[in-house]
């Protein structure tokens, strides 16, 4: 078994809206993200999968959604409760949280938690989100040129991802034995601050590697639905490591999907202990593999597999513009 893999950061993350419109609007529009890949879920074909991200789909930037006509989520335990989006300092939260105001979108105000500057808000399906300072911290975005917001102030990517768990250890042990990441510190949880939320890192650390698990045992069973997350991926960087990776899941005996290839990238899923959704995917071959970099996003693209389909699946598609 390979024993010095080390996960890079976050992939993405992948959340459920039953609005997809409205969805597609507000992320393009409001946030200015990039509408990358236009598809669908490829277990469910009945519905959309859209990936937002920078200006040329750069892995650890997409927050992408499933479009399931749901009931909104039952906050709570055993799911990822906080997905944050790093900005660089304090002068771009001033002018997120004055467009915030200008746009009519839901904000608290500027705060300090864990020693960075952050911004609470949620989209228009109370999806919860932050908007955190990275200080310059991992690889800066590729400019989305015909966005909304001003390159200076365009976001960075993804992390760190909170998830809430009722009791550490089983999911102490997944990350540290398991998928090898460190614990590096804790702090009073913004939400109930009798807790603690404990942060772990990947590679060399940084917001954009970082995931935090708040410990909730007072809180009820979560449940998924619109608003809320499906799962949380993490980054391996090549094909090789991606094979270790699922070698080492099946020796440590962890139940998975084994490996899925997706086209864009090649994932492999399991729960940890506490119930949320993890997958491990590979930053390749990317978005640009099927189409131009200057019209990601702009038609429906399906995945090889499923091209034989093509007229039946886009036939009972929405209309998203």
Known sequence: MKTDLDLTGIHHLTAISANIRENKRFYT??????LVKRTVNQDDTSAYHLFYADGAGSPGTD???FDWPLTRERRGNRSVTRTALRV???ADLGYWTERFDDLGVPHGPVTETDGRLRVDFEDREAQ?????TDGGLGAAPVVWERGPVPAEHQLRGLGPITLTVPGLAPTDAVLREVLRMRPAREYPDPESPRHTVHVYEMAAGGPHAELHVAERPDLALGRQGAGGVHHVAFRTPTGAEYGAWAERLDELGVPNSGPVDRFWFRSLYFREPGGVLFEIAT???GFAVDEDLATLGDRVVLAPFLEPRRDEIVARLKALD
């Open 29 to 34: 529009e409001d946030l200015g993200l990039r």
């Open 283 to 285: 930053d390749g071959p």
């Open 88 to 90: 660089r300092g304090e």
């Open 128 to 132: 919860r989100l932050a908007l955190v």
């Open 63 to 65: 927050l992408t959604f």
